[in-house]
Each structure stands twice: as structure tokens, then as C-alpha cells.
């Protein structure tokens, strides 16, 4: 924690440095500004952009219009804001992982260093079955992965997705299979597994805390570093209780605003974040209704927490055969 | 017996909450801006909900709310707009709606069929509500059958169907054009080992063809190119009938329309399934069940009715499961949905326990955003029918700039306003050999979710196909989409009335003789 | 329509076995484990085989029909382009295609829309004989209209819908 605040100080001097140098100018947009969601309205994406909005017009004094292009893993969207003229007015979104593998998937020609990162939310994904499975409790789980694999159907939104980078690290770190279910997106996911069609979803908490709320789902671990406390329902304990050395960090969603972004747009977008955005009152009761963390974090900050988690995807993507290109090839060594 | 007065008290005092000027002024634009975005051939109730989500942050949670779901009610019924006066179905839910809709007003009969596509709307939306309000939590549940089995099927069967509507003296160019749609649909990054299929290396592509370049296209631009194709002379009567909704044609079809309604209502509870499918599946029950079958596609007052009571009753359809499991019935309501959370709100499992008032502040809603369509719809018909009296060579090139700007709404691409003029060109050729747009479109529609479930279903069975055709609602459902394959194809319907004679005489003669 | 079914009956076929050749040749991912029947080129193979037959039967039926004799001369296609509908449909696509695949994106919208209209108003309502005066009216009245709705056409996507235009 203390070397969290020291990592925030430093961020603050050297950014209030540069200011000071470069004697930037406030950015004042004078036309709406798009933000690309790269997934459909409604999802998790939409919805942890959506929930800054009010914030970031009120800050900047002009329209910010949300506009859905969802299809490719969230790489047309991501496309048409590279495609689009680099002024400041058209920014990216999504998941900072997603961001961080077009260039694995081979789907788009762009890393995440050429990206300023403003995140605003964590999420934790979470091992979840049905209420009639007969499974106990996540040892079981691991046990059923490794002896009887085709039992356990997992649902997933997809590759790539959260729930599968969660399943992929689990199945790394315990070894086993499991039988890969994908559906359009997180919600069918984790509805079918409510249905009953699939035993078990290891999808983003947001997706699926209503259901965990009504008895609908039971949780059994949480890809979180530390035990998961849900509002309504109890505590989820930490799949490193079983697993020590499983990949646990959290999904964190944000807008993207490219590099070549001018300068003080970028300065004000730092002010915008340290200012409102981590104090956003509108923010902070989104995340405790969705079960998510409170995230405001951006530049050298935002990408140490961003770093680890879009290696671990690569590698996971690696390994299960879905990658174009090696990781380490783009500088992404082994964890 | 108390719990439905208890109920009924909540409702009533949801209305009483709001009577009040603002929120009766909220109501008026908002459904006034669903109108128009719904009879905007490209802008969708999906997209309109989207951009007002964005600009009704600042009010307060039930406000928001209530216009988003005023939008959303408008936009599905504003679409019944073009499709009568143009032929052009404003949202994917109005196709259906075109068949007897653009009929009708080119018989003169414009207003009544206005007319009779607002009573149908607004009588849809009522009798959707009355489930909503009724046994919301009991049907929610309903929504958790329809299982990757029960989708593959529900596909085909849209398709069939629709194929079959449209196409009445040939059903086979309707199955084309909507296998067509089918393949239109696989082109993209498929849903499950996300491979690029027939994308020739485009990331443009990656995402498949977007199905509202593609409806417009095909219905607005093929329009346009037909009608500047027609002699001069042909041109809609002027209309001669009145503008109101006759009670008469309401009374005279009071079973179609609740039929119609329950079925919109049903189909909307089935997650992923929308407006269009409530429509054709009402459609196609009313058509079978009509006393006046032959008139169906030709001006159709009953066909029309079912078209419209069917689609707008999917709206309150898809807000019981969004409220009750949180589950969105459809696209729009998905988007509704999230607009909930981002206010707060907390539908789900739980919300009959912890928040009973706002289900029936909900209802509200729907019964003010109907209440609405029903005033739109008699004061603007009037003005909208003047439409009809614009000449063709200045009505066709705005609504041709529409279609073009409406394609590239909803994702600023100009990728799909080349889309949009593709379509345009294909529909067009198809068009004039008789073959219908809307199964295409539909197919379009279907496509992913046909694929998606189908492979879903086999790795979930290990390649084992029974329980598609052994799970009781996909044997309903094969059972209606074969029989009405076969039934439509003549040399097929002889052989299986031979076949039945056969078995017949065989059973009754020798057989009877042996045993006496 | 049987010489028309003919030809679309051949064009589904020839469709239908690419679509097919094309399905067979998607990869299986065997390395992948995944289940031979969730393999991508499913489902494209199985809408390929529908089509085969629709498109089967279709050229069958229209042989019966006499479809296949096509009978094509010059004549024939002359009047074909002589018919003065089809030339006005070919005026509407190309004007058409013109504005919305050229004419946006590389003229301000307003501009580009109100041009397309004014045209398309005045050629289509343009005759030979007409008075100067009438003519006078007539490219009036268009500049007026391609005014009037590129305007409102403008302003309700740009303010109301947020769309910002190409």
C-alpha cells in the first residue's frame, strides 16, 4: 500500500513537472467527442464506459457520445479510432487486456504502449456452477478437472474473453481439461449456466452477481489475490487458497486515447482522471451495485497494473493454440 | 386475492407517481423522438435506446427510465410508418408489416391501415403489459427453456416461415433468399474458435456484414431503384378513408389480436429473439388460422393487425425477463437493462422481493409510452399522409440520402454505406425475379444464431443429435417447420396424400378381412 | 421468368459449390482438440448444401420450362437498353452510387447532399419541351428542396443523433 502511494506521488511530480515545463495549455474541446466501445451496448464494456460519462462532460465542458462497434474480439472498433483522424476527439475502450492482444491474435497491428491508458474499473472473474451441481466446493472442482475432464462444461464469452483467460490459468496452474462452451457474450454465458446447460462460468463478477444474489449460482472461488466480499451475499474465498500460484489479477476497463494524441489533451485527460474521475460519486456506487473496484488509475500507474494481466493472456493464448505470434517475439517474456 | 389487489394498488399508485408536468413532458418527447427514430429507415430501437441512455444521465433513475422505455415502444410502432407509406420497414420489426401495410395504402387505403397498425400497436403493448404486470417472475423462468437446442431450431423455423409468407405462390425463392441471408451471416469471425470465415483478409470484414446496411439496402435502396424504374403513371391513390382506428376492425379481429399479443409476448421473454420474429410468427398463426387466407400479402386488415400487435407486444415480452432474471428478452431491452444499472436500479432474481414497486413503475411506463403512440398515431397520421402526395422524383432522393446516412449511424463507417449500396443492387435483381427481401434479412438476423447454437449443442452432446428432436419444445418446433416445408411443395403434399391412401385402404381392406 | 430462373438456378449452384469447397477447406483445428463437429466449416457447409438443392431443383423445374433456350440477340438487348424505365433506373444508380460512394466523404456533407438532391430533382423532372420559364421553376424549385432537406437532414443527425457526419 505505502509503495502505492509513493508510486502515485511520483506520478504526480513528474506529470505536475511537465506541466510546469511545457506550459500546456487546457484542452477545450469544441465538438462532441466519440468513444468506440469495440463491444455491444449493454455488456460489461459498455457498461464501465457508460458510468464515466456524465463525469467526463461535466470536466470537459462538451458532448461525449458513447457509439457501439462491436465484432472481431473488439478489433473493429479498435480499428476505426486508429483509422480516424488523431485529434484528440476519438478514443478507444474496452478491456485493457483486449487491447494488449490484437498484436498476439494477429487481429490488429497495435500494442499496448501506443496507447495512453485512463482505467476506471477492476472486475474479478469468478468459478461459479450451478446450484444442482454436484460439486461442493472448488477443491472438488479441481479434482473433477483432472479425473473426469468432459464433466465439467465451462461457459465462456468466448476467446478471447475474461472467463477464458481465467479457466486457462486455472487449467495452467492445476493442470487437467475441461470442455471449452462459448457464447456471444458474458450474460448468455453465464444465464446458460444458471439454465443449467453448462455446469459451471467463470465470468466477470458484474455478469454475474445478480444471479449469485438470488441463489442462482453458488460461487466457488474468486481469481482475486485476496478473499472476494459480495454485498448481499458473503464472502468468496481466493482460488490462491488452492492454488497458489494461479494468475489472480483482476480485468481492468478504461478508455484508450492514442499516442499521437495531441499534447494537452492528454495533459488534461491526467487532470480529468486525478481529479474527477477518482472521486466520481456516480463511479464509485456503479462498482459497489456491480461488485466491482474502484480503478481511476492512469499512465506509468495504470500500465504496471495492466502489464502482468495482458501477458498472462498472451501466454494463455499461447498455450491453447490461439496465438499468431509468439509473445515473447513482441516482448512479452514467459511470467 | 389480496396479492392482486396489493398489486393493483402498487400499479395505480405508479401511475399517480407519474402525473406529474415533467414527467408528463419527458413522456411527450421522448415517444415523439421514438417515432421518428423508429420510421427512419437504419436508426433502430437499439441504437435510439443507446443515445439516449447518453443523454439522460443527469435525470433521475425513474425518469430515465421511463423515457428510455417511451423510446423504445415508439420506435418499434414508428416503424409501421414507412413500412405502410413507403414500403420500406423502418426497423427489422416492421418487415412483416410492409406485406399487407404498402398493399393496403396503395389501394388507397393509407390512413386506415395506420389506423389499424395503431390499434394493433397499441392493443400488442397493452396485452404484454397485463403478463408483465400479472406473472412477471412465474414466465421469467419460461426464458431459461430455450437452451442452444431450442435455438437452432427457432433459426430454421424463422426462416421456413418467413421464406414461406413471403413467397406464397413460389415458398422455394423465399427459402433461398433467406438461406442466402444464412450465408450472408457466416461471413466474419465466427463465435466460437473465432476463425475468420470468408473474409479474404479485410479486417473490415471481421465483424461480417452489419445487418442494418443490409435491411436498408435491400429494402430502401432496391425501393428507390424500383420505383424510378416504374412508369410515371403508378402512384398510390390518394387516400380516401379516415385516419382514426376503427373499433370496427378491432372487434371483428378480436382473436387475432390476442393471439397475436400472446405470442409477441411469449417470444419476447426467449433471450436473444426480438420484434421482427414476434411479428412473422404472428403473422404466419394469424394466416393460418384466417377465414380470408387468400387476401394475406395482397392488403390484408388482419394480417397487418397481427404484423403490429405482434412485434409491439414483444416490447413489455422482453422486459420481464430483463426485470426478473435480468435477462433481456431482446436487443433493445438489453440495452434498457444496462441503462437500469447504470442508474442504480437492481433487477434480477431479486426484485420481487426487494423492490416489488418498481415492476409496477415499469408497467407504468408502458402504459404511458402506449398511451402516447396511441395520441401520436391519430394527431400525426393526418400530416404523415401527405407523404404519399410528394412526387417520386423528390421523395425518392432524400429518402435515399436517409437510407445512406441511416447505414452509417449506427457505427461511422462509410464500409457499410458501400454495404447499403451492395445490398441495394443484389436486392434489387432478386426483387425482380420474385424473390422476398425480408427472409434475407431475417437470415441475416438468424445466421449467427443458428451457427453458434447448433456447433454449441453438438459439443455439448458430444456429437450426438437426439436431443435436438427429442427436447419437447424443439419437437414443437421441427414438427411445425417440416410440416409446413412439406405441405407447400406439390409433388411432396400428392406423394404423402398417396402414401396416407395407401395406408389407409391397406388397413381397412385386407386387414379387416383377416381378422373377420 | 423460367429463362431468369435458368440462370439463377446455375449462379446458386455454382455459389453453393464454392461456398461448400470453401467450407471443406476451413481448418479443422485438430491440435486444438476441439470437437470434430463445432469445426467452423459446419454450418457454411451445411447452408451450402441447401442451396445446392434449391438451386437443383430451380434449374430443373426451369428446363422444363423451356428456360434453358436464353435466346439472347442484339436486338433484344438493345430494346432492353432503349425501355425507358430501365434508363431511368440506370440514372438513379448511378446518381445514387455517385453521391454516397464518392460525393460523401470528400465534400462536406451538407454540401454533398444538397448537390445530389438539386441534381436528382432536376434531371428526373427536366423535359425537352419545356418553356424557359417553366425551366426557370423547375431548377428553383429542386435548389430549394435540396436546400430545404439537406439542411434538416443535417442538423437533426449532427445535433439531435450526435452522429458526426462523414
Avoid at chain 2, 425518469?63 to 405502410?84: D, H, K
Wanted: with cysteine; proline share 6%; glycine share 10%.
Amino acid at each position: 500500500m505505502g509503495r502505492k502511494i509513493f508510486v502515485t506521488a511520483l506520478v504526480m511530480a513528474i506529470v505536475s513537472l511537465c506541466w510546469g515545463l511545457t506550459q500546456a495549455q487546457e484542452w477545450k474541446p469544441t465538438k462532441p467527442i466519440r468513444i468506440i466501445v469495440p463491444w455491444g451496448a449493454g455488456g460489461s464494456t459498455d457498461q464501465a464506459v457508460r458510468s464515466i460519462v456524465a463525469d467526463l462532460e461535466e470536466a470537459l465542458g462538451q458532448k461525449v457520445v458513447v457509439v457501439n462497434q462491436p465484432g472481431g474480439g473488439g478489433a473493429i472498433g479498435t480499428k476505426s479510432v486508429l483509422d480516424a483522424p488523431c485529434d484528440g476527439y476519438t478514443w478507444a475502450s474496452g478491456a485493457v487486456k483486449d487491447l494488449g492482444i490484437y498484436i498476439i491474435t494477429g487481429t490488429l497491428n497495435t500494442k499496448v504502449q501506443d496507447w495512453h491508458i485512463y482505467l476506471n474499473s477492476a472486475n474479478a472473474t469468478l468459478v461459479s456452477v450451478n446450484p444442482n451441481a454436484p460439486i461442493k466446493d472448488f477443491a472438488e472442482f479441481l479434482d473433477l478437472m483432472k479425473k473426469d475432464p468432459k464433466k465439467i462444461s465451462v461457459g465462456i464469452a468466448g476467446i478471447p474473453s475474461a472467463g477464458h483467460s481465467a479457466i486457462e490459468a486455472i487449467k495452467r496452474a492445476n493442470g487437467g481439461d475441461y470442455k471449452l462452451v462459448s457464447y456471444d457474450g458474458g450474460a448468455p454465458a453465464v444465464i446458460a449456466t444458471v439454465a443449467g446447460e453448462t455446469m459451471a462460468t467463470t465470468q466477470l463478477l458484474s455478469e454475474q452477481i445478480e444471479m449469485i444474489r438470488g441463489k442462482k449460482l453458488r460461487p466457488l472461488a474468486a481469481l482475486a489475490p485476496d478473499d472476494l466480499i459480495i454485498e448481499g451475499f458473503g464472502t468468496v474465498p481466493s482460488a490462491t487458497r488452492w492454488l497458489p500460484k494461479v494468475a489472480a489479477d483482476p480485468i481492468y476497463f478504461g478508455i484508450w486515447i492514442p499516442k499521437c494524441a495531441p499534447k494537452e489533451v492528454v495533459e488534461t485527460m491526467n487532470r480529468v482522471w486525478r481529479e474527477k474521475v477518482a472521486n466520481s460519486k456516480s463511479l464509485k456506487e456503479f462498482a459497489r451495485l456491480r461488485g466491482q473496484i474502484v480503478a481511476p488509475y492512469y499512465g506509468e500507474e495504470a500500465f504496471k497494473k495492466a502489464w502482468p494481466t495482458i501477458v498472462n493472456a498472451a501466454w494463455g493464448l499461447y498455450d491453447g493454440g490461439k496465438a499468431k505470434v509468439k509473445p515473447d517475439e513482441v516482448g512479452m517474456p514467459r511470467p | 386475492m389480496t396479492g392482486l389487489i396489493d398489486n393493483l394498488a402498487r400499479f395505480l399508485s405508479a401511475i399517480g407517481g407519474f402525473t406529474t408536468p415533467l414527467a408528463l413532458f419527458h413522456m411527450a418527447w421522448s415517444t415523439l423522438l421514438g417515432i421518428m427514430i423508429g420510421a427512419l429507415p437504419g436508426l433502430t430501437a437499439t441504437m435510439g435506446i443507446a443515445l439516449i441512455t447518453t443523454l439522460t444521465y443527469k435525470l433521475s433513475a425513474d425518469l430515465a427510465i421511463l423515457v428510455l422505455i417511451c423510446v423504445y415502444v415508439g420506435a418499434i410502432y414508428g416503424g409501421s410508418r414507412t413500412a405502410i407509406l413507403i414500403n420500406i420497414p423502418g426497423t427489422p420489426a416492421n418487415a412483416a408489416t410492409t406485406l399487407d401495410g404498402f398493399p393496403l395504402a396503395m389501394q388507397g387505403l393509407a390512413g386506415r391501415a395506420m389506423g389499424v397498425a395503431t390499434s394493433g400497436s397499441v392493443l400488442g403493448s397493452f396485452i404484454g403489459m397485463f403478463f408483465l404486470a400479472t406473472i412477471a417472475p412465474l414466465l421469467g423462468n419460461y426464458a431459461l427453456k430455450f437452451q442452444s437446442f431450442e435455438f437452432f431450431w427457432l433459426a430454421i423455423f424463422g426462416i421456413v416461415i418467413s421464406g414461406h409468407l413471403t413467397a406464397l405462390e413460389d415458398p422455394i425463392k423465399g427459402w433461398i433468399a433467406g438461406f442466402l441471408g444464412l450465408l450472408v451471416a457466416m461471413v466474419g469471425q465466427e463465435g466460437i474458435h473465432a476463425y475468420e470465415r470468408f473474409t479474404y483478409g479485410k479486417t473490415e470484414l471481421l465483424g461480417g456484414f452489419a445487418l442494418i446496411p443490409a435491411m436498408v439496402g435491400a429494402f430502401g435502396f432496391a425501393e428507390v431503384l424500383s420505383v424510378m424504374q416504374n412508369p410515371p403513371a403508378e402512384k398510390a391513390e390518394s387516400p380516401r378513408d379516415s385516419i382514426i382506428p376503427k373499433l370496427a376492425d378491432v372487434l371483428r379481429y378480436w382473436r387475432t389480436i390476442i393471439r397475436s399479443g400472446l405470442i409477441g409476448t411469449l417470444i419476447g421473454i426467449i433471450p436473444g429473439v426480438g420484434e421482427d420474429i414476434g411479428a412473422w410468427v404472428s403473422y404466419a398463426a394469424a394466416r393460418r388460422k384466417s377465414k380470408e387466407r387468400e387476401k394475406f400479402g395482397k392488403g390484408s386488415i388482419e394480417g397487418l393487425m397481427a404484423a403490429e400487435t405482434g412485434n409491439n407486444a414483444v416490447v413489455p415480452g422482453a422486459i420481464i425477463p430483463a426485470l426478473t432474471l435480468a435477462i433481456p428478452g431482446s436487443a433493445p431491452a438489453a440495452v434498457l437493462l444496462a441503462a437500469m444499472f447504470i442508474h442504480g436500479l437492481r433487477p434480477g432474481p431479486l426484485i420481487m422481493v426487494e423492490s416489488p414497486q418498481f415492476v409496477y413503475q415499469v408497467v407504468a411506463m408502458v402504459f404511458f409510452a402506449t398511451l402516447a403512440i396511441l395520441i401520436y398515431g391519430v394527431g400525426l397520421s393526418k400530416l404523415l399522409l401527405k407523404v404519399l402526395a410528394i412526387p417520386r422524383t423528390r421523395l425518392m432522393p432524400v429518402v435515399f440520402v436517409l437510407c445512406a446516412i441511416g447505414s452509417y449511424a449506427i457505427t461511422n463507417r462509410t464500409f457499410d454505406i458501400w454495404v447499403m449500396i451492395g445490398f441495394g443492387i443484389i436486392g434489387y435483381i432478386l426483387r425482380k425475379m420474385k424473390y422476398p427481401m425480408a427472409p434475407l434479412v431475417l437470415g441475416i438476423i438468424l445466421g449467427d444464431l443458428m451457427d453458434k447454437n447448433l456447433r454449441r449443442g453438438l459439443v455439448l452432446t458430444d456429437g450426438d443429435l437426439t436431443p435436438f428432436f427429442t427436447r419437447p419444445i424443439c419437437v414443437v418446433l421441427w414438427l411445425i417447420t417440416f410440416s409446413s416445408i412439406i405441405l407447400s411443395i406439390d409433388p411432396l403434399r400428392h406423394l404423402l396424400r398417396e402414401v396416407l391412401r395407401l395406408v389407409w385402404s391397406k388397413s381397412r381392406g385386407p386387414f379387416y378381412r383377416r381378422t373377420a | 421468368m423460367a429463362r431468369a430462373d435458368f440462370i439463377t438456378g446455375l449462379a446458386l449452384i455454382f455459389l453453393s459449390l464454392y461456398v461448400i469447397i470453401e467450407s471443406w477447406q476451413m481448418p479443422r483445428l485438430e491440435h486444438l482438440k476441439v470437437h470434430p463437429l463445432s469445426v467452423p466449416g459446419v454450418v457454411p457447409a451445411f447452408i451450402g448444401m441447401v442451396l445446392l438443392l434449391f438451386g437443383t431443383v430451380l434449374t430443373i423445374r426451369s428446363i422444363r420450362r423451356g428456360g434453358h433456350r436464353l435466346r439472347l440477340t442484339e436486338e433484344g438487348l438493345r430494346r432492353l437498353y432503349q425501355d425507358p424505365g430501365n434508363q431511368r433506373l440506370l440514372l438513379t444508380a448511378i446518381l445514387s452510387i455517385g453521391y454516397a460512394g464518392f460525393l460523401i466523404g470528400n465534400l462536406p456533407y451538407g454540401l454533398a447532399t444538397g448537390l445530389f438532391i438539386f441534381v436528382f430533382v432536376l434531371l428526373f423532372e427536366w423535359e425537352p419541351g419545356m418553356s424557359s420559364a417553366k425551366r426557370r421553376r423547375g431548377v428553383m424549385t429542386a435548389a430549394l428542396i435540396a436546400t430545404l432537406s439537406s439542411a434538416a437532414i443535417t442538423l437533426v443527425f449532427e445535433r439531435l443523433f450526435l452522429v458526426s457526419l462523414p
